[in-house]
């Protein structure tokens, strides 16, 4: 099956500092990528959505300046942190679809990020 | 815009138990419904794919149903084990993206 890799698995940060997430489809090109937040016994919910080549697509009450998000290629998607503080402290998944498998989602492993 | 519910939040079963968890959707145009396991601080690992025109999908001893017209689906886990005790999440896309329910959490007390 598809494999959509993230890296660094796990990342603790002091408040201030960015912090980088790659996103990766490992075997095949993601013309979307998703970026989603989950807190602690919570669900899963939606940052944004990139498309290769154009600007991401953020949802009501993410904050584009806080958390930038590129996706120059079609395997590759990166989330930045920006000025990072204690409440961005989170896990961070991604996923990434194949248009050719009838818009099935395949999630990378998640980021646990914790900002000190 | 589309809402994911799920019921119940929590579920503590003994061991060998059927049961049922529930999924809702608020809007019917979607292309698939996916059911996902997490276990705790892990990431998701998927289930079942349920396309839109298809009724219900099963894999061992899981078995989901869908009933797009009425924005529901089911998740059947059939003789349960300790081994299934973790969060159940639903999820529906359409064709812009995924929506997640809130989860159930199982326990299944040996």
């Known amino acids: 099956g598809a494999v959509v890799s993230q890296h660094p698995s796990r990342v603790i940060c002091k408040s201030g500092t960015s912090v980088k997430i790659e996103c990766r489809s490992l075997?095949?090109?993601?013309?979307?990528m998703f970026w989603y937040r989950q807190f602690p016994k919570q669900s899963l919910m939606l940052m944004a959505t990139?498309?290769?080549?154009?600007?991401?697509?953020?949802e009501q009450g993410v904050e584009k300046d806080k958390f930038l998000i590129n996706h120059a290629s079609l395997t590759l998607s990166t989330l930045t942190v920006t000025s990072a503080h204690p409440e961005d402290s989170s896990f961070y998944i991604c996923?990434?679809?194949?248009?050719?498998?009838?818009?099935?989602?395949?999630f990378g492993p998640g980021t646990r990020l914790t900002v000190t | 815009k589309q809402e994911v519910t799920q019921i119940p939040a929590a579920l503590s079963v003994p061991e060998g138990e059927n049961l049922v968890l529930n999924c809702s959707f608020t809007?019917?145009?979607?292309?698939?419904l996916q059911w996902f396991r997490q276990d705790p601080g892990k990431g998701l690992t998927s289930l079942l794919l349920?396309?839109?025109?298809?009724r219900e999908q099963t894999s061992g001893r899981l078995n989901a149903s869908l009933d797009k017209s009425s924005g529901r689906s089911t998740l059947y886990i059939a003789a349960s084990q300790p081994g299934d005790s973790a969060t159940y999440l639903c999820?529906?896309?359409?064709?812009?993206?995924?929506?997640f329910g809130a989860g159930t959490r199982l326990t299944v007390k040996p």
């Open positions: 996923s990434a679809r194949d248009l050719g498998q009838a818009y099935e989602q395949y």
């Open positions: 075997d095949f090109q993601a013309t979307t």
């Open positions: 809007d019917s145009a979607i292309y698939n």
């Open positions: 999820a529906v896309s359409d064709n812009n993206d995924m929506r």
């Open positions: 990139s498309n290769e080549g154009s600007k991401a697509t953020y």
């Open positions: 349920i396309q839109s025109s298809q």
